[in-house]
T-cell receptor, first 113, second 114 residues
């Protein structure tokens, strides 16, 4: 079955620590996205990538970093510079132009220890 | 004014009721309209995808788009407890060149009581 796999499902971060969230897709999509979801705030775009080795900042990129070395993979690093990292993180993918619906993974819940 | 407005609810209905969920928007550039359903601790899943004004039906679900009023709706007939979830409206607009950006409403939490 084609889809998007996010791991881990739950993640805990200590002060001053960087953590990396994994996102893998086997939908053969060119574009991949990272969103942050907070209660009452909806989905906010962190970073997106339309092609391997290229990515763009979204609306709330500060404190986050990404890489896109393979078409199937788009990991997100939450750095120690992100002072309020507790949230539900969602990865999505779509066609290159983004004019088709995005497909989502089941998210990673990140909490502070 | 936010680009997409959606009443967060919560909305609670008895089983079998007709549910109406709505979003309004201000950006005339929105061209494609979607409804996603999100169960607790899961990712959003696509329910409906429409382009033109009018109605689109899929089983118990009907999506309605009124571009002149900048208003979209999702109707759920014969609602079931399994429909209890957060419903997100989403809209696509050209963001420059051949690329598109997806904007979400904040979601409406629906509970269908047996």
């Amino acid at each position: 079955d084609g889809g998007i796999t996010q791991s881990p499902k739950y993640l805990f971060r200590k002060e001053g620590q960087n953590v990396t969230l994994s996102c893998e897709q086997n939908l053969n999509h060119d574009a991949m996205y990272w969103y942050r979801q907070d209660p009452g705030q909806g989905l906010r775009l962190i970073y997106y990538s339309q092609i391997v080795n290229d990515f763009q900042k979204g609306d709330i990129a500060e404190g986050y970093s990404v890489s896109r070395e393979k078409k199937e993979s788009f990991p997100l690093t939450v750095t120690s510079a992100q002072k309020n990292p507790t949230a539900f993180y969602l990865c999505a993918s779509s066609n290159h132009r983004g004019d088709q619906p995005q497909h989502f993974g089941d998210g990673t819940r990140l909490s502070i220890l | 004014q936010k680009e997409v407005e959606q009443d967060p609810g919560p909305l609670s209905v008895p089983e079998g009721a007709i549910v109406s969920l709505n979003c309004t928007y201000s950006n005339s550039a929105f061209q494609y309209f979607m409804w996603y359903r999100q169960y607790s601790r899961k990712g959003p899943e696509l329910l409906m995808y429409t382009y033109s004004s009018g109605n689109k039906e899929d089983g118990r679900f009907t999506a309605q788009v009124d571009k002149s009023s900048k208003y979209i709706s999702l109707f759920i007939r014969d609602s079931q407890p399994s429909d209890s979830a957060t419903y997100l409206c989403a809209m696509l607009a050209n963001s420059g060149g051949s690329n598109y950006k997806l904007t979400f409403g904040k979601g409406t939490l629906l509970t269908v009581n047996p």
